[in-house]
């Protein structure tokens, strides 16, 4: 199990990969300004997705996270 810094670093190189430093930080700035509904923001700002396709892409994400940073 992960620890919760390593949760966050992982998020952050996610959100970073997806949508570079600058715009990564616009989107934190967003969320943490914005009065923020999670469940909501789920059900209609992220694809629909079962929580078995999500686990998968998680632990591919993880994998490929993991072997960028052993080489």
Known sequence: M???AEIRMTGM???IGAL???EAERF???VS???FDYTQWRQT???PMS???????ANQLSAQLDK???N
């Open 2 to 4: 992960k620890t919760e």
């Open 13 to 15: 190189q996610a959100l």
């Open 20 to 22: 570079g430093l600058v």
């Open 28 to 30: 934190l700035a967003v």
């Open 33 to 35: 300004r914005d009065k």
């Open 45 to 47: 700002g992220l694809p």
């Open 51 to 57: 929580l078995q396709d999500l686990a998968q892409q």
């Open 68 to 70: 960028a940073e052993n």
